[in-house]
């Protein structure tokens, strides 16, 4: 049953059940989001026989083909939300002007049924950990509703979630450099070293920087950075937060030191891209 918010009296048509028994898939007018902890499912998928061994994620549209074949032990939980979730929240002052909200658009591509690698996204040890952390956290959230902005935080958690799985899932194949992408991605938000990432990459400082230049044009801090930003902006756009609340949740230490990088990089202030972003996205 869809949330009734007793902060704001409005219904959010988000979902989290913390047994997913799979007899209702795929749940109709939601997408769903499901952690398997433990145990095996083996399944037909978009007519694509599959089978998860936990830990993995199970991501289903709404008009997904699926059908369960076996499940051994299973212990999963599942996030269901409907499309207007993703919107991000009206701004009364351009509500006359952009009567659309901007929409939240990181990991969609992991619900597409043309994507033949959509619907079960790569996971790797060390971001399952992470991931299902955030999980926790968003289902607490929608259980709790511990205060007005409940809904901004599971937005937060979700971002979070579906831009880190829609990260690890571009490429499927590991180098160095995608173990030291793998490590900006689900460390991020914690203190990051060029030590750090050449530890991870088994590779000298001088490679490391180079093979990143060569795969994603910039260098290994330079792209840390830039993931740090891409996050920020996302919870810019689509979340309520304060800046010392994205600035933490992006990675920067101190929200100063966010507002800089992210003016001399954006070229506006972080106030500033908030309020662009969602009339720009607004009037698409």
Request: some cysteine.
């Amino acid at each position: 049953m869809p949330q009734v918010d007793r902060h704001k009296e409005r219904i959010v048509n988000i979902e989290f059940a913390a047994v997913e028994d799979f007899s209702s898939l795929p749940y109709p007018e939601r997408s769903t989001m499901i952690f398997i902890t433990s145990g095996s499912i083996k399944g037909i998928l978009n007519q694509r026989p599959i089978l998860i061994s936990a830990p993995g994620v199970l991501c289903l549209a709404e008009d997904v083909q699926w059908q369960l074949v076996e499940k051994i032990n299973v212990c999963a939980q599942s996030f269901r939300f409907h499309s207007e979730f993703l919107s991000s929240v009206k701004l009364t002052e351009t509500k006359a002007h952009f009567p659309a909200a901007p929409r939240i658009q990181v990991g969609l591509s992991l619900f597409e049924n043309t994507n033949p690698y959509a619907g079960v996204p790569r996971i790797t040890d060390k971001a399952f950990p992470l991931l299902l952390e955030w999980f926790f956290l968003l289902g607490m959230e929608v259980q709790a509703q511990s205060d007005a902005l409940w809904a901004c935080r599971i937005k937060k958690y979700l971002i979070q979630i579906l831009g880190l799985l829609e990260e690890l899932n571009r490429n499927r194949e590991h180098s160095p450099v995608d173990e030291a992408l793998d490590y900006i991605h689900t460390h991020y938000s914690q203190k990051i070293s060029l030590e750090d990432l050449t530890k991870y990459a088994h590779l000298n400082r001088v490679t490391l920087n180079k093979k990143f230049q060569d795969r994603c044009g910039s260098t290994a801090i330079g792209y840390l950075l830039a993931h740090r930003l891409k996050v920020a902006c996302e919870l810019l756009t689509h979340t309520d937060m304060s800046l010392n609340e994205i600035a933490l949740a992006a990675g920067f230490e101190y929200d100063t030191y966010f507002i800089k990088q992210f003016t001399a990089r954006k070229g506006l202030s972080p106030t500033a891209y908030r309020n662009a972003s969602r009339k720009f996205s607004s009037a698409q």
